[in-house]
C-alpha cells in the first residue's frame, strides 16, 4: 500500500499520544509492547494521510472491550475494497508520473544511448568479448537500484557471480545483456513496461517503477 489524505491524521495521532503517560520500557512485555507499536505504526507509515487515527483507536477500543462493531464485516469488506484500490490506483499514477520524469531527465545526460524499445544505457567500460543470446547463459555482477538509489538487489554482497539465463529475466535486462560483450560494464536504465509493469514487486518494487541496474558482464556459457 502507499499514499495520501490527510484530514485530521497527525493532529489526531498526537492528541491521543499527548493524553498517555510517558512509556516504561523496562520490561520484556513493556519492550514488546513498544515493539508491536512501532510495527503499527511502521506499517502504516506508507498510508498515514488516508488514515483516520480516530477510527482507528476506537477500532482498537472496539476489540479490546470486545462490543459489537460499529460497522458490519460486509460493510469494512467493501470499505476495505475500495481503500485498496484507491492506494494501488495512485501508487500506479505516481510511478507513472515519476517513471516518466525519470526517463526525459536520463535520456538527456550525455553518452546515453536510447533503443527502439525504450531502454536506456550508457557503457561504463567496453568490452571485447561474444554477447549473450536467446537460450544462452550470461555470468554476471549486478547491482539493481530505484531511481533515487535504493538498492534492492545486487550480487556483490555475496562476493560471488550469478548465472541467468539470457530469456529468464525482466525484458529490459534481457535486452540489456545483449547489447554487451564479455568484460563489458554497462548501466542501465528499464522502463517499467520492460520490467515489472503495473503490478510492481512488492514491497520494494512498486507499480510502474523504473529500474536502474549497473551490469558487469564475466562470461557466457
Known amino acids: 500500500m ?4 490527510r484530514p485530521f491524521v497527525l493532529p489526531a495521532l498526537l492528541t491521543v499520544a499527548a493524553c498517555l503517560p510517558d512509556a516504561t520500557l523496562e520490561t520484556d512485555a513493556q519492550k514488546a509492547s513498544y515493539g508491536i507499536g512501532l510495527n503499527i505504526g511502521r506499517s502504516l507509515a506508507d498510508i ?4 483516520d487515527m480516530v ?5 482498537v477500543t472496539d476489540a479490546l472491550a470486545e462490543a459489537e462493531p460499529a460497522l458490519t464485516r460486509t460493510e469494512i469488506e467493501t470499505a476495505m475494497a475500495a481503500f485498496e484500490e484507491m492506494i494501488r490506483a495512485e501508487a500506479r499514477e505516481r510511478g507513472s508520473t515519476e517513471g516518466a520524469a525519470f526517463l526525459e531527465e536520463n535520456a538527456a545526460r550525455e553518452g546515453v544511448i536510447v533503443t527502439e524499445s525504450g531502454l536506456q544505457y550508457e557503457l561504463l567500460r567496453e568490452g571485447d568479448g561474444a554477447s549473450p543470446v536467446s537460450g544462452g547463459r550470461a555470468v554476471v555482477h549486478y547491482r539493481g537500484m ?4 535504493t538498492e534492492f538487489d545486487s550480487s556483490y554482497g555475496d562476493g560471488e557471480a ?11 535486462f534481457s535486452e540489456a545483456l545483449k547489447l554487451m560483450k564479455v568484460g563489458g560494464h554497462i548501466r542501465v536504465v528499464i522502463p517499467s513496461d520492460l520490467a515489472y509493469g503495473e503490478s510492481g514487486r512488492l514491497p520494494v518494487i512498486g507499480p510502474n517503477q523504473v529500474l536502474v541496474y549497473e551490469i558487469e ?3 557466457i556459457e
Do not use: I, N, T, Y
Not at 55 to 59: H, K, L
Open 2 to 5: 502507499s499514499d495520501r489524505f
Open 48 to 51: 498515514e494521510e488516508h488514515v
Open 55 to 59: 477510527a482507528v483507536m476506537q477500532g
Open 146 to 149: 530505484l531511481p533515487d538509489g
Open 162 to 172: 550469478v548465472k541467468f539465463d539470457v530469456d529468464g529475466v525482466v525484458p529490459g
Open 217 to 219: 558482464l564475466l562470461g
